[in-house]
């Protein structure tokens, strides 16, 4: 396999996937779809690592990888790599239409991995031809993806055991800690996640704790590193809506998103670094 490895989409999660392949020695190829995004990512990352570099996260030395990284927007870029992982909009049309792009544009011995954290890989995969089945597969990392070890690999109907074992392989490689799951909606570790988010916010429906007190709960009770809450902040809250819509679609009831989440995503308070959230943000130091 070529030591190259190839990101299409530059946002939270596809830089930081970048930044792992660089940090772990491989040339890197970001890809987006304007140069504007691409810089922004590339700030983003910097100052992540100089925040990482600050609180003992990261060596000074670390930083020449952000030098490994290279930007662009032509999918053309990534011919020799050995690897390219998709992480664009959790959207089947925007993933299907990156996907066949690079089905066309990559060697016939790269692998293609989908990030996607709800979509089913066998669906993904029919968007390639049958000549790269074998070598396509889902690899679902966990934000924030610098830190966070868990992957979960996911094979689709026609993923050689080959492509499988070279995935596990190359997580163990990057710092993970892989495990393999069976290609169903919303995988292993959404499932969970999702059924435990719901309850929490049927929680501060019911006026039975605040936000900030079920986090701090969950934090110490739980033993839990994030809260429910915060996590929503982080990630989004409208994120959290469109995962659990997928849920429901295929399990039913039991992943219906709360009326609460709803309005406050319809109402603007979605989180993340710019909108309010469910908890107040913090003053900058």
């Known amino acids: 396999m ?11 999660m596809g830089a930081e996937i970048a930044l792992v392949y660089a940090l772990s020695g491989r040339q890197v190829i970001l890809a987006d779809t304007t140069q504007e995004k691409l810089d922004a990512a590339s700030q983003r990352l910097s100052a992540l690592m ?4 600050s609180r003992g996260l990261y060596k000074p030395e670390d930083k020449a990888a952000l030098a490994r990284i290279e930007t662009t927007t032509d999918l053309q870029r990534f011919a020799d790599c050995g690897i390219v992982t998709e992480a664009v909009f ?10 066949k792009q690079l089905d066309n544009v990559c060697a016939p011995q790269c692998i293609i991995a989908s990030n996607t954290s709800t979509l089913p890989i066998s669906t993904l995969a029919s968007q390639v031809s049958e000549s790269r089945r074998p070598r396509f597969l889902g690899m679902h990392y966990f ?9 979960e690999v996911i094979p689709a109907f026609d993923t050689s055991e080959e492509t499988l074992e070279t995935a596990l392989a190359l997580a163990r490689d990057l710092g993970k800690a892989p495990i393999r799951v069976k ?15 719901i309850e929490a ?3 501060v429906e019911e006026g039975v704790a605040t ?23 982080a990630t989004t809250s409208s994120l959290c809506l469109q995962v659990q819509e997928i849920l429901q679609e295929a399990y039913g009831e039991r992943f219906r998103p709360r009326p609460l989440l709803k309005q406050r995503v319809r109402a603007g308070l979605i989180g ?14």
Request: with cysteine; proline share 7%; charged share 25%.
């Open 50 to 53: 100089d925040k990482g570099i």
């Open 201 to 203: 916010i049927r929680l």
């Open 90 to 99: 959790e959207s089947i049309d925007i993933k299907s239409a990156v996907l």
């Open 272 to 285: 993340g670094r710019t909108a309010a959230g469910w908890r107040p943000k913090k003053s900058p130091k």
């Open 211 to 233: 936000p900030e007190d079920i986090d701090t709960a969950c934090k110490l009770g739980l033993g839990h590193p994030i809260g429910p809450f915060e996590l929503m902040d």
């Open 143 to 151: 934000s924030p993806v610098t830190r966070m070890k868990l992957v």
């Open 183 to 197: 290609d169903v909606t919303g995988f292993a570790i959404n499932r969970v996640l999702h059924a435990f988010v």
């Open 2 to 12: 070529s030591n190259r490895a190839g990101v299409v989409g530059a946002g939270l």
